[in-house]
């Protein structure tokens, strides 16, 4: 166990606790009062960003807390989806019937592929949830009559209770989406950071000793893979709640992609960041998008660039990159001292655990 | 015999298509080797380059040079604005890279349709090129049997330059220890920079070359990426020739594949890409797997005679 | 630790990025029609696979729109564009825009069938009639989708009985694994076989190439000339058909001849197939050839333009204009989604370059089906009319 | 035949190190070969090295002996630009080199046999000779920084590829095989060539005879001898000062990131105590 690492973890999170939980409390509150201060479509894509989120948060359970990054967790959403519609067309409209069936065939599905997934690493790990993505989305086309086709399945609106009424109205349909997806987030954080939550970082962090220490890191990953699909199932389960369609061509690799980048954006390690993360990218996609219609991907690519170059060090990430510019054109910055360039781009072949920024200590090799 | 000759053309076929997988792939795997920059950003490369074809070609052999010269000339002048713009990144772990690049794609792909339009566009080839010819009783196309030789003199020359040449050994060494590189006095910045934009060239030549084959419209960029990710990934990151032996089973996936088990044809490329992976990762995924079955079998076996 | 540091502070960075996109929004108020304006939302795919037949529905409908100076019935037409993406979500966010934010009256385009079923529902929840231009898939309830295109299976069931009469031997059949080409090359082959046709491929079923990704038909294109095949039917659109094409011309198969639904020959599909496209014949319920007023004014306005002949998906949007502009014409008294859906029920024959038409019992034309052959028509190729098939829809 | 007589016969490159020195003058004749003040580093904000001062006049050799975990291996690195030093300041020949990457420091006259070797693995043992030699010979400056580590390039004996060889007829026999594929001792050859090629003023080798067998290690130890003798300046980091015994005529003993220097007497013995003596001060002062 990387004891230094979770030291820090524990100070961390003493130190900003309360700072943090104000800040997170009034998020909280604003994401409940919405619904009065913006109108009907930008809160339509509230709820579209909350779903996406929560696929988000699956994403980056793997990515930033087992060192898997993943590109097929648009498989368990899928599922998750596929499930919720049949079951909807089966007469069980009770989103709190839905929802566990959603999340267990979620899970279940990756437990099943997680065997394979979790003992490859890095790229390999990356092209090996891709090509479950793509093998489900090419089933879901095949499986007409569970699916539906490459048409897509259609459903009645959703209840919350047996009996209860339709989810019919933006309002409501939000804040369902809000809770559910703020209850699963919740208990996803909270085991994060239990003791189950800090093997799961030694396994990240130094895999090696974890297994010399006698921890069974597979079944660690299985459990956490199958957690993530789980994740990933509710968060199909409400799409078909506020979309009421799925076709194979939403859960397709660019749904990957960019619940992948938007736990990239949001920062890798952190559930608040995957909502943040996805809501950016929605908002760009969808609202700033519609200002020249059919450039959405020109929004986007640019999104992407501002939070590489921009979002990880803020103003000072400008200043390092003006420092480092100056460098590399030979200047010294008087009282500056330049940084080696030779680690740069030490290429092993796999992904960092962190995927993020790489720690200082990394450059000591 | 009649099998052979029902199947010769669809073999054939994936080799001219793994032979142009191959030309983007190498450039990919070349960056992704000696920088570990992992551009997503190369099949915008590829369809500039397959769009050029299509502005600058008319037909004429002089064209093509000029084409092939242009989409090189802008594929290298890519390479080094990706350089440039992955430098100050370079040191934060593949996924920053991975968005960055991913963003230089959409936005890189926005602009391609803008300037060039969204329609299908014609490649014109050379006349001589244009028609088919007849091997063993079947059409080819000529163009695509031309394609074959120029990219297996490419594939040999890129094998020369990485392998043989000091300035391949350059890049190697940079992929091994690009601190060992430094200390020799070589800036791994700039063996770096090079790489990127000889990739880019090569991206960039081959959608020239490889227009009339995958011609450009707005999901080219998409296709040729994801098939170039395939295809370094499997042939072992970094590894030239491993890309080659990996491009040539995706072109031959993808024809003689889809012939002999159609039904399974959807499935075929990403299921053999898996099935790849977890073979090679050496895992021992599979073994085990067989492990367990015989345990199982044999646990069967010892209920089934305990039963009876 | 820089790490941790460094991810919470990405990660609040983007949260209050996110915050301020959310205000900003929020400070955009609705903007709904004001009396004597009629907002309408185009909503067609501009980025993506299918850019190319988005900007050609897109052009036909902004013409009807500028002919008649932004008027319908006296009211002023103001049209919002969408952008219908690649994916069915996101055109069902674009087209949820258009309802919510922007309150349009009624939407108009709509490329993929895949697309219409995901945005239906919203629309019906609204009450807001889509008057489609594009793909039809099934739906279960019609009440407000009306289509001035065609339905999947109509362009194979058209020709069916000519291919059947006019080849001696069996027929190959081929086309793309999706529903949308499953429902063309299914209306073929249940014709042809009815009509007593003989499928050559083996097994006695079409063949269906994985879609999308499937860009080299060589593999296939082989097997269908081994099959002995006496001709070849098919249906591909967009780059899918350009590869098709010209794969076919250099393939084994390259002297049989070919028969395909009109959208393999198509706007700009069939000049990037050039020579090789040669020919092929096709059937649809247009070509910009047909000699008819309506037809005649549409393509000489369209070419001046934008310097290029009108194609199908051009007219059909063309013709989405004119529906709307007769139900707005007709209705008497306040303009509501409500009222232009109930005129659209209303209307009668509807005067069109393709021929004049009206809406069947399932919302989409009962209209004449043409036979058309790929030649040059002075400098370029074009999609000249045979003669006409038959006239199909319920 | 010993070593020495064997490489003296084989190399004709001896030269008195008087000499050696002279022939090395170049812009700043009064300059120590190297000159360090001061100096700290570390990684990832933790220190290492605390105030290192350490002078190499030209022609000498240093040995850096500590144990491990001293800073012996961040003290050459940072020499080499290989770490960034977060104080003092470090000069080769004059010219100042603090904190410039290691491909600048390498062009002003450093070469480097890194600990553990660092062969690579994917390159044949003649493309480690042709690359090494290329880059010793054949640099282009593009940048500023490179033109400036250009004209301070400081003029060590020139090594061809024939000359290594001659030197070390092993790496000959094994040309075309792979880094990867070589004993360690042929690693560490290999490693040693590459330095060479460079034509280095000032050879940096830190524990070169690590994990060898010891007739291997003997023969390294030979190679080095003769190498010092020829009036090549190097700075030898080891845990042992036995290991450098014949080699270097100075020595600097490293404890926790802090130095005390011994001068070399000339003799084995009288060099093996004053280290001792050096390394009782230096616990003192720790």
New interface residues.
């Given amino acids: 166990m990387n004891t230094r690492l979770s030291a820090v973890i524990a100070m961390s999170s003493r130190y900003g606790t309360v700072a943090r939980r104000a800040a997170l409390a009034v998020v909280v509150v604003w994401l409940l009062v919405l619904p009065q201060l913006v109108d009907t479509y930008t809160l339509v894509l509230a709820t579209q960003a909350l779903v996406f989120g929560l696929l988000a948060v699956g994403v980056g359970v793997l990515t930033g807390h087992a060192g898997l990054a993943t590109m097929g967790q648009v498989a368990p959403y899928a599922v998750g989806a596929y499930t919720t519609a049949w079951l909807t067309r089966h007469d069980i409209t009770a989103g709190l019937l839905q929802l566990p069936a959603a999340a267990l065939a979620g899970a279940l599905f990756a437990a099943v592929t997680g065997i394979v997934v979790i003992r490859a690493r890095g790229v390999v790990a990356l092209m090996l949830t891709l090509a479950v993505g793509e093998l489900t989305a090419t089933a879901a086309v095949q499986w007409k009559e569970f699916t539906g086709g490459s048409d897509g399945v259609s459903t009645p609106p959703a209840r919350i209770f047996p009996g209860g009424a339709e989810l019919f109205d933006d309002q409501d349909i939000y804040l369902y989406v809000l809770v559910v997806a703020l209850v699963v987030a919740g208990i996803t954080a909270l085991v994060l950071r239990s003791p189950a939550g800090l093997l799961l970082a030694g396994v990240r962090d130094n895999e090696d000793r974890m297994r010399a220490a006698g921890h069974p890191v597979d079944r660690y990953l299985l459990l956490t893979y199958t957690g993530a699909g789980a994740i990933s199932g509710i968060s199909g389960a409400l799409l078909m709640t506020y979309a009421r369609y799925v076709s194979p061509q939403d859960v397709g690799f660019d749904i990957s992609a960019l619940a992948l980048l938007a736990v990239v954006i949001g920062g890798v390690r952190s559930t608040a960041g995957a909502f943040a993360g996805a809501g950016l990218i929605v908002f760009t996609r969808d609202k700033l998008g519609n200002w020249w219609p059919g450039h959405a991907p020109l929004f986007l690519g640019i999104l992407f660039l501002i939070a590489v170059y921009l979002l990880p060090n803020g103003a000072a990430g400008v200043a390092q990159q003006l420092r480092s510019l100056a460098d590399r054109m030979g200047l010294r910055v008087p009282g500056l001292v330049p940084r080696t360039p030779a680690a740069a781009g030490a290429g092993d072949g796999t992904v960092p655990a962190s995927g993020a920024p790489v720690p200082e200590e990394a450059d000591a090799r | 015999m009649d099998w052979l000759d029902?199947h010769l053309?669809?073999a054939l076929?994936g080799v001219a298509?793994g032979m142009l997988l191959f030309v983007v792939a190498a450039g990919l795997t070349l960056a992704?080797?000696?920088?570990?920059?992992?551009n997503l950003a190369h099949g915008t490369v590829y369809a500039m380059g397959a769009y050029i074809a299509a502005d600058i070609g008319d037909g004429s052999w002089g064209m093509l040079v000029l084409a092939l010269a242009v989409g090189a000339a802008a594929g290298a002048t890519s390479g080094g604005v990706l350089a440039v713009a992955v430098?100050?990144?370079?040191?934060?772990?593949?996924?920053?890279q991975?968005?960055?690049t991913?963003?230089?794609?959409?936005?890189?792909?926005?602009?391609l349709?803008?300037y060039f339009?969204?329609?299908?566009?014609?490649v014109?080839v050379p006349k001589a090129l244009e028609?088919?010819v007849t091997i063993a009783g079947?059409?080819?196309?000529?163009?695509r049997l031309a394609f074959i030789g120029v990219a297996a003199l490419l594939a040999g020359l890129g094998y020369w330059l990485l392998v043989r040449s000091?300035a391949g050994?350059?890049v190697?060494?940079?992929?091994?220890?690009?601190?060992?590189?430094?200390?020799?006095?070589?800036?791994?910045?700039?063996v770096?920079t090079a790489t990127l934009v000889v990739a880019g060239a090569l991206a960039g030549g081959a959608g020239v070359l490889g227009a009339?084959i995958?011609?450009p419209?707005?999901?080219?960029a998409d296709?040729v990426m994801?098939w170039s990710?395939?295809i370094v990934?499997?042939g072992r990151?970094?590894s030239v020739l491993g890309a080659l032996f990996a491009a040539i089973a995706v072109g031959e996936v993808?024809?003689?594949g889809?012939?002999l088990a159609?039904d399974l044809?959807?499935?075929?490329?990403?299921?053999a890409?898996?099935i790849a992976?977890?073979v090679r990762?050496g895992?021992g995924?599979l073994p085990e797997f067989a492990a367990r079955a015989r345990v199982l079998a044999t646990r069967a076996r010892a209920l089934k005679g305990g039963g009876a | 630790m820089s790490l941790i540091r460094r991810t919470r502070r990405r990660a609040a960075a983007s949260i209050v990025l996110a915050a301020a996109l959310v205000a900003t929004a929020a400070c955009s108020k609705d903007s709904g029609s004001n009396n004597d304006t009629v907002k309408l939302g185009l909503l067609v795919p501009l980025s993506g696979v299918y850019k190319s037949i988005g900007e050609d529905m897109k052009r036909g409908f902004e013409l009807y729109v500028e002919q008649h100076n932004n008027k319908f019935g006296g009211h002023k037409i103001e049209v919002v564009v969408a952008d219908e993406g690649e994916a069915p979500g996101v055109s069902l966010s674009a087209a949820t825009k258009l309802v919510k934010q922007d309150k349009v009256a009624a939407v108009v385009g709509v490329s993929s069938g895949a697309a219409v079923a995901a945005i239906t529902p919203m629309l019906a929840d609204n009450r807001v009639p889509l008057i489609g231009s594009g793909g039809r898939p099934n739906l279960q309830n019609i009440d407000r989708v009306w289509n001035t295109s065609w339905m999947s299976d109509e362009t194979g069931a058209a020709i069916a009985k000519y291919v059947k009469d006019t080849v001696n031997g069996p027929v190959g059949i081929i086309g793309p694994d999706y529903q949308g080409g499953q429902d063309q090359i299914r209306g073929f082959t249940d014709t042809f076989v009815k009509a007593g046709g003989q499928v050559a491929n083996s097994g006695g079923k079409p063949t269906f190439t994985p879609w999308p990704g499937t860009t080299n038909f060589l593999p296939y294109l082989s097997q269908i000339a081994q099959s002995g095949a006496k001709a070849v039917y098919t249906f591909y659109a967009g780059s899918a058909a350009v590869d098709f094409v010209k794969q076919y011309k250099q393939s084994d198969a390259k002297d049989i001849p070919l028969y395909a639904a009109g959208f393999l020959t198509e706007g700009a599909t069939l000049a990037a197939e050039g020579d090789a496209a040669r020919d092929i014949y096709s059937v649809l319920n247009y070509a910009p050839g047909l000699d008819n007023p309506a037809n005649r004014n549409f393509v000489s306005a369209y070419n001046a333009k934008h310097k290029t002949q009108p194609n199908l998906y051009a007219m059909c949007s063309f013709d989405a204009g004119s529906v709307l502009d007769r139900a707005i014409t007709a209705i008497d008294g306040k303009v509501t989604s409500e009222a232009i859906n109930n005129a659209i029920r209303g209307l009668g024959q509807i005067d069109s370059p393709r021929g004049a038409w009206q809406f069947g019992a399932n919302h989409s034309p009962v209209q004449k089906w043409y036979l058309r052959q790929v030649r040059p028509d002075g400098q370029v190729l074009s999609n000249v009319v045979v003669q006409e098939l038959a006239t199909l829809g319920s | 035949m010993t070593d020495e007589e064997h490489m003296a016969e084989v190399v004709p490159l001896a030269r008195p190190r008087a000499e050696r020195a002279a022939a090395a003058d170049g812009g700043a004749p009064s300059a120590p070969m190297l000159d360090i003040r001061s100096l700290t580093a570390g990684y990832g904000g933790g220190a290492v090295l605390h105030g290192i001062d350490l002078t190499l006049p030209r022609g000498g050799v240093l040995a850096v002996v500590g144990p491990n975990g001293a800073g012996k291996t961040t003290l050459l690195h940072a020499v080499a630009g290989l770490v960034t030093p977060s104080g003092g300041s470090i000069r080769i020949a004059g010219t100042d080199v603090t904190g410039k990457p290691p491909h600048i420091v390498a062009r002003v006259g450093t070469a480097i046999v890194p600990q553990g070797r660092r062969v690579f693995a994917s390159l044949t043992v003649e493309q480690h000779l042709r690359l090494a030699e290329r880059a010793g010979t054949k640099r282009r400056a593009w940048t500023p920084a490179a033109r400036a580590a250009a004209r301070a390039r400081v003029a060590g004996p020139v090594w061809t590829r024939a000359d290594v060889v001659r030197l070390l007829p092993r790496l000959g026999e094994r040309h075309s095989h792979r880094g990867g594929e070589l004993s360690g001792g042929e690693q560490q050859m290999l490693a040693l060539a590459r330095a060479l090629l460079l034509s280095p003023a000032l050879l940096l080798l830190d524990e070169p005879t690590e994990g060898l067998a010891p007739a291997i290690a003997h023969e390294i130890h030979g190679l080095l001898r003769t190498l010092a003798a020829q009036g090549l300046t190097v700075l030898i980091a080891t845990p042992q000062a036995a290991l450098v015994d014949g080699i270097a005529d100075d020595a600097v003993y490293l404890t926790s990131g802090r130095a005390a220097t011994a001068t070399g007497p000339g003799t084995d013995a009288g060099f093996a105590s004053a280290l001792t003596g050096a390394r009782d001060r230096a616990d003192r002062h720790a």
């Fill in positions: 029902a053309i669809p076929d298509y992704f080797g000696s920088g570990g920059v992992l430098a100050p990144v370079a040191r934060r772990g593949h996924l920053d991975a968005l960055l991913f963003g230089i794609a959409l936005v890189g792909g926005d602009m349709v803008s339009g969204a329609d299908q566009r014609q014109a028609d088919s079947h059409q080819y196309p000529t163009y000091t050994a350059a190697r060494a940079t992929t091994d220890d690009p601190e060992m590189v430094a200390a020799l006095g070589l800036s791994p910045r700039v770096h009339p995958i011609t419209s707005p999901e080219t296709t994801l990710l395939i990934v499997v990151l970094g993808q024809t003689l889809v012939v159609p044809a959807p499935y075929l490329l990403f299921g890409m898996g992976l977890l990762s895992s995924i």
